[in-house]
């Protein structure tokens, strides 16, 4: 069995966390504490995330083109750190997913760099962000990502591997990005179907991340809410 | 080259050979329709061939906005060449799709695909980044246009889309590659065949489908894994946030869009019952779709005339409530690949054929369908299956409905009566009818097709649908024609043009109106390729003031990611340069004043409007104070129509006599070689 480590955040109720293989505890109340797996002891979570409704999403890929339009300067929908996958022909809701980096409080990614380029900017919001500087284009992070499709990507021009980092580093935006500011795909998206949290969601599962943002107007479309 | 990829795809079906076109070439047309008619006047020597002749030239073009973020104007893909289904010619014509084609065609690296020859055998077009391969498409002959898309997914991934997926590796996608392609209706040369994308994006008039099907050519498929260009990327990233924030739908206050056409209150094009749990559904890039997709899984993304063709069928057969045949019906158009207008007019048709007792068992014209099934799945399925298959009288069926009623022996006597409601080149009517809405009818049979742009019709549901539930309309007709007409660079604020009583529809204000939508779409809806769903936006409900986005939005997404420093009138100007080359075409295929006429019915018989169509109200002028006029009950006058047609060449500055583009205005627009052209051809007008 893994080791396991007491390590101190701040989380409200909502965030109340489940490992793979670890206990959690302070369930119900307001835990301050969890468990996590030893390796990822030192890792601070991260504080921001981004969270989709797959059932509100129209499939436009707008939050791809702005992705990448901020990040690269470029339409690629090739080099956007979220992905929306999506089928004609299949029925509703089945027929469209979306792919966001998780932000994840346990990053395989991180823990995959051999060059710590792949690193948690202690200093803006624990963001799990790629140093290009540092990458050597390996591809270690976007083979460790456990999720599919891959959250992590490979930019085949600069040969360098890209992830999510909540547009801290959008360069060719004019809005401040990162934990404190925007991000390109919530600010785009037409039906607010990605919504920024700075609350950890569930990490068991997709149901902390792929939630209801659908809300009483949703109706007047005329689509439930459930 | 911002916005472009800088080179465009040329295939020879004959010998199977491609080559690339410099995109530079071309420029100075900007994109889409521009590129496109350009391109087929160099390649096409004898533009007096028919639709089905092997040298007809097929363009399929992207503008320098697809697969960016430009709210509604990133997916239209605009396909062009000589077509198979309008009378006495088959006009050189276009028409355009959504979805995901264009996008993919730029990340391919590909401005446009130019489709020659013909292939002694079916094929398709395998596109992989710089990758072309034309294959041998026996295995998908004969599929209907899903089955056929399934099947090109599977082989290009070799297994599912749910993870990324290596088309070499150094190029990923999690997307499906985006094809386009034809269904039996097309491989058995219809001429009311259509080019299906996906579930639901189509491009129906023209008869592509069958053009396709006699080349041979099955579908193209393109999956791209590279970028498009942008000049400014901080430009156009601000100018979505503004657009959207400011006139696009307020999902918190969706009431104040009610009268806004960039973001409407009511997204969703779709004539049939709606399904609470489904997806409202776009396409790439759009700030607001306009299709849905539901738990039934049927009717995925299909909207307007598709979406009406059998509903109504369907409630009268089942007690006014909606059952699933609405939607199956609607699928298997989609999947046998047929123009929705002509089964849904051509349908129309054969039911008052059969009240007539001409059609059917006891009539001259004999028909297998079982119309006591009319309303049922397998009625629909019947009558989709004869056109595609050309069994029995579908064969007529497959011809369009103009061609066989000609067949018939019955032309004349149903285009007089109007049963036949085909108003222009033998070519269905759109519900806008030349005699209530003008500026479609006049744009229709000045052109080469129906036009199908809906840039004005806000006029026409504005006051009717409050007038319909009893209400006032607001605002007040002169407020509303105020604001359209500020607009109208360069002939703005003359409210004439939007007057629509019977006394002002011939006169030159009008014919001023003609000239501007002519140009407008050819050269920002068709080359630029704004979508006709949510542009232009005259009028726009949500901001103080109700003026909308147009004007101002398309220059500056358009400058955003080319570089350019296009003005909306260079816009203007440049879409009449290209109105005026594509009337050059025309006039080669033998295009001539004389023939510019309406059916007869629109002369003779008065418009009475179905439903809802029978208050069609409109702005106009009543003893010199503006109102909403009520213009059913009147038709056009065919001496005055004349009149018209004079004061329209005159304003484009074309022949008067024969309507022929004159080497004045060809060399005023830089198209000296084509004066040349029409001159060696005794075709330059005077």
């Given amino acids: 069995m893994k080791k396991k480590r007491k390590l101190n955040v701040q989380i409200s109720r909502r965030d109340f966390l489940k490992f793979t293989g670890t206990v959690t505890i302070g369930a119900g109340a307001l835990p301050k504490l969890i468990w996590v797996d030893e390796a990822f002891a030192a890792i601070p979570v991260s504080e921001g995330y981004l969270l989709v409704d797959t059932k509100k999403c129209q499939g436009c890929l707008s939050c791809m083109l702005a992705c990448s339009l901020v990040h690269e300067g470029t339409e690629n929908l090739s080099l956007a750190r979220i992905q929306i996958l999506q089928n004609s022909f299949a029925k509703f809701p089945d027929d469209l997913t979306m792919a966001q980096c998780r932000q994840c409080v346990e990053p395989p990614c991180v823990e995959a760099c051999p060059e710590k380029a792949l690193y948690v900017d202690k200093k803006n919001g624990n963001i799990r962000i790629v140093d290009t500087k540092k990458c050597i284009g390996c591809k270690s992070c976007i083979q460790a990502c456990p999720y599919e499709p891959g959250r992590a990507l490979w930019n085949p021009e600069k040969k360098k591997a890209l992830k999510c980092d909540l547009c801290f580093n959008a360069p060719f935006w004019s809005e401040k990005g990162g934990v404190q500011g925007k991000q390109a795909c919530v600010e785009v998206c037409p039906l607010k179907a990605i919504q920024f949290t700075k609350n950890i969601p569930e990490q068991k599962g997709d149901s902390g991340y792929k939630v209801n943002l659908r809300g009483e107007s949703w109706k007047k479309l005329g689509y439930s809410t459930d | 080259m911002n916005g472009y990829a800088g080179k465009i795809l040329r295939i020879n079906l004959t010998d199977r050979k491609t080559s690339t076109i410099d995109t530079k070439d071309y420029e100075q047309w900007v994109g889409g329709h521009g590129m496109g008619s350009a391109i087929f006047w160099d390649l096409v020597k004898d533009k007096m ?144 065949a259509c080019l299906i994308h996906d579930a639901g994006n189509a491009s129906g008039q023209g008869g592509f489908g069958g053009i396709w099907g006699s080349k041979n050519l099955k579908a193209i498929s393109v999956i791209g894994t590279g970028a498009v260009q942008v000049a400014d990327p901080k430009g156009l990233m601000e100018a979505r946030l503004w657009a959207q924030a400011k006139y696009s739908l307020d999902l918190e206050n969706i009431g104040a869009s009610w009268g806004s056409r960039f973001g409407r209150i009511r997204p969703q094009n779709v004539y049939w019952e709606r399904h609470e749990r489904a997806r409202l559904q776009a396409c790439i890039g759009c700030h607001q779709g306009c299709k849905e997709k539901s738990d039934t899984g049927y009717g995925n993304e299909s909207t307007c005339v598709e979406t009406e063709f059998y509903q ?113 080149w033998g070519l269905p009517e759109h519900g806008y009818d030349p005699r209530a809405e003008v500026e479609w009818g006049y744009g229709s049979i000045l052109g080469d097709r129906d036009i199908n742009e809906h840039d004005f019709v806000s006029l026409f549901f504005l006051p009717s649908r409050a007038i319909w539930v009893g209400r006032k309309p607001q605002p007040p007709a002169e407020q509303v024609v105020k604001i359209f007409v500020e607009k109208l660079v360069p002939y703005e604020n003359n409210p004439l043009m939007l007057d629509y009583s019977t006394e002002n529809i011939y006169s030159e204000h009008m014919a001023k109106l003609v000239v501007w939508h002519r140009h407008y779409t050819r050269f920002w809806k068709e080359s630029v390729l704004y979508c006709d769903e949510r542009w232009p936006d005259f009028m726009n409900t949500r901001i103080p003031g109700y003026r909308g986005l147009t004007g101002e939005g398309e220059p500056r997404f358009f400058n955003a990611v080319t570089g350019k420093k296009f003005s909306f009138a260079d816009g203007m100007e440049l879409g009449r340069k290209i109105w005026n080359l594509d009337n050059a075409i025309w006039t080669l295929q033998g295009r001539h004043r004389n023939m510019v006429h309406f059916s007869d019915y629109i002369y003779h018989v008065p418009y009475a409007g179905s439903g809802n169509f029978a208050r069609y109200y409109l702005p106009g002028r009543e003893g010199g104070e503006w109102k909403y006029i009520r213009v059913n009950g009147r038709c056009l006058d065919k001496g005055k129509f004349e009149e018209f047609k004079t004061r329209f060449y005159n304003l484009e500055g074309w022949d008067t006599r024969t309507g022929w583009p004159n080497r004045r205005t060809l060399e005023s627009l830089g198209l000296k070689s084509v004066a040349d052209e029409l001159e060696k051809k005794k075709k330059l007008g005077s």
Wanted: hydrophobic share 35%.
């Fill in chain 2, 49 to 192: 061939i028919n639709g089905f002749d092997p040298r007809n030239v097929i363009t399929i073009m992207t503008s320098p906005l697809s697969g960016t973020l430009v709210p509604g104007a990133s997916a239209r893909t605009e396909v062009q060449g000589i077509g198979i289904q309008s009378s006495p010619i088959g006009w050189f014509t276009r028409s355009n799709f959504g979805g995901r084609f264009a996008p993919m065609l730029k990340y391919a690296g590909w401005d446009g695909v130019v489709i020659e020859g013909k292939a002694d055998k079916p094929v398709w077009i395998d596109i992989r980044n710089e990758d072309v391969k034309v294959k041998d498409a026996k295995h998908l002959w004969g599929l209907d246009t899903w089955k056929t898309q399934e099947e090109i997914w599977q082989e290009v991934s070799g297994r599912g889309y749910s993870n990324w997926v290596e088309l070499s590796p150094e190029s990923k996608t999690t997307q499906r590659p985006a094809v386009l392609t034809i269904g039996p209706a097309g491989e058995n040369l219809a001429r009311v």
């Fill in chain 2, 312 to 424: 109504g069928y369907d409630k009268w057969k089942h007690g006014g409530r909606q059952t699933s045949a609405a939607y199956i019906a609607t699928d298997l158009l989609q999947r046998y690949g047929i123009n929705a207008y002509e089964a849904s007019k051509g349908l129309a048709y054969i039911t008052a054929l059969l009240k007539m007792g001409v059609l059917g068992p006891r009539g001259k014209i004999q028909c297998d369908l079982d119309f006591n099934k009319l309303g049922e799945t397998e009625f629909a399925e019947q009558f989709v299956r004869m056109i595609a298959y050309r069994k029995g009288i579908g064969d007529d069926f497959a011809e369009g409905f103009f061609r066989a009623a000609k067949r018939w022996g019955r032309l004349e006597e149903d285009l007089k009566t109007g049963i036949l409601a085909y108003s222009y």
